[in-house]
């Protein structure tokens, strides 16, 4: 059960960072989450130990069976992973949230988990880091072609919104200290790597680009 400890703490669900780590050891199925987690679910930092039933309890019920096939896949194979999905925190409020894993390995080289981030790209809280980003780096207005490329990029390929992608693109420029014009330019040249997409995505794409004229 979702523990209601963070409520009657005090804690305002959605204050404070828009995103933030975790880590998932596999040989002891130990997490760990940093503050922006803890609080982005709802819970005091160092309150809550999170555990994988804790993690799925707090899932979107309609997105619950692929998030918990989504880890299976992860602990089977050590492979990294993406997924998009809402979680309820503990004041029963839904966000949205992207999250993004890579192997977590040890110093020989052993894949030994899994790390990566929670993002939280809820539309209105996408929307304000958009403008903050917007004041801060007043270059964008120049490098905009960049931009909306590298927002198209994220779009096709994690299923999100014009605002939820550029929030994406702004979390990492504050992440990695680097401008979010440059971030873009290097995501789209490094994009032209991955050699198109899937052949079942070309086909449906395909299919859509000749019949989108018959759409009301």
Request: net charge negative; proline share 3%.
């Amino acid at each position: 059960m979702i523990d209601k400890q963070a409520t009657e703490a005090g804690v305002e669900p959605g204050v404070g960072q828009r995103a933030g780590r975790f880590w998932f050891r596999f040989a002891d199925q130990r997490w760990q989450w940093s503050d922006e987690v803890a609080i982005l679910h709802g819970y005091v930092p160092g309150r809550v130990d999170p555990t994988t039933e804790l993690l799925l309890a707090h899932k979107h019920p309609a997105d619950r069976a692929e998030v918990a096939d989504t880890l299976a896949r992860v602990v089977q194979t050590g492979a990294p992973f993406s997924s998009r999905h809402r979680i309820i925190d503990a004041a029963g409020l839904t966000r949205h949230v992207l999250v993004v894993g890579d192997r977590w390995c040890d110093e020989e080289g052993v894949v030994i988990g899994t790390t990566g981030y929670y993002v939280d790209v809820t539309e209105t809280l996408a929307a304000e880091r958009a403008e903050v980003v917007d004041e801060q780096l007043p270059v964008l207005v120049a490098a905009r072609a960049a931009i909306e490329q590298a927002k198209g990029a994220l779009m096709l390929v994690y299923g999100i919104g014009a605002e939820q992608a550029f929030g994406v693109l702004a979390w990492r420029s504050q992440e990695t200290n680097v401008r979010v014009r440059v971030l873009a330019e290097k995501l789209v040249a490094a994009f032209a790597e991955f050699d198109g997409a899937s052949a079942q995505t070309r086909t449906r794409f395909d299919h859509l680009l000749l019949t989108v004229h018959e759409r009301p």
